[in-house]
């Protein structure tokens, strides 16, 4: 999964709790992104990041805020969790053009 | 404007077939096509891509044919194998700055033995 890592891997929460997500790297790449995998959706860009402290919305941005305060880390938070959140997050990285993405993250609202 | 219409949503075939995977863009500004393999439980991992200056791309067994006239490009698997089965996903971007990738809905691909 070159050099990223996500955590947690797994979470179940409650409706209306704050999640956060975390993304890392190890490639020291200057681009970082969310995106969010639904059935039939594909993926969805959610937020990305064009360097530190350096970040902009993607198509489902909604509900949504990142924050990246060192190259390495990336960080999504549901700042009130829905249902509809309910989904698996994947964080992606890249220098030129190619693109590469973690194991992913499954969140589960309840 | 900024979608990416892929097809089939599933697709069989036979050890050693060819399948073909197609998808379709509106935007004339994306100029970079990456195709993803996802196992599952898995992230989707970078298969090949193909920039709009060339008709065809080959690596191994996957080629991308890309028709930048109708806004089509596709995806064949030669001699495809039982673990080729997998979902793919074609892309699209520009390659200006951050790699905004829009994604085709997927196409879950069974090879049967």
């Known amino acids: 999964d070159a050099g990223i890592t996500q955590s947690p891997r797994h979470k179940v929460t409650e409706t209306g709790t704050p999640v956060t997500l975390r993304c890392h790297q190890t490639e020291n790449h200057r681009y970082m992104y969310w995106y969010r995998q639904d059935p039939g959706h594909g993926l969805r860009l959610i937020h990305y990041s064009y360097g530190v402290k350096d970040t902009d919305k993607g198509e489902v941005s909604d509900g949504y805020s990142v924050s990246r305060s060192k190259t390495e880390d990336f960080l999504l938070t549901l700042e009130s969790a829905t249902s509809s959140q309910t989904s698996v997050y994947f964080c992606?990285?890249?220098?030129?053009?190619?693109?590469?993405f973690g194991p992913g993250t499954r969140l589960t609202v309840t | 404007q900024q979608q990416v219409k892929q097809s089939p949503q599933s697709l069989i075939v036979q050890k050693g077939g060819i399948p073909i995977i197609n998808c379709a863009y509106e935007n004339t500004a994306f100029d970079y096509f990456p195709w993803y393999q996802q196992f599952p439980g898995k992230g989707p991992a970078l298969l090949i891509a193909?920039?709009?200056?060339?008709s065809e791309k080959k690596e191994g067994r996957f080629t991308i044919s890309f028709n930048k006239s109708a806004k089509q490009f596709s995806l064949h698997i030669m001699d495809s194998q039982p673990g080729d089965s997998a979902t793919y996903f074609c892309?699209?971007?520009?390659?200006?700055?951050?790699?905004?990738?829009?994604f085709g809905q997927g196409t879950r691909l069974t090879i049967n033995p």
């Open positions: 992606a990285i890249s220098e030129v053009y190619e693109q590469y």
């Open positions: 193909i920039r709009p200056d060339v």
């Open positions: 892309a699209a971007s520009g390659i200006q700055g951050a790699q905004k990738l829009v």
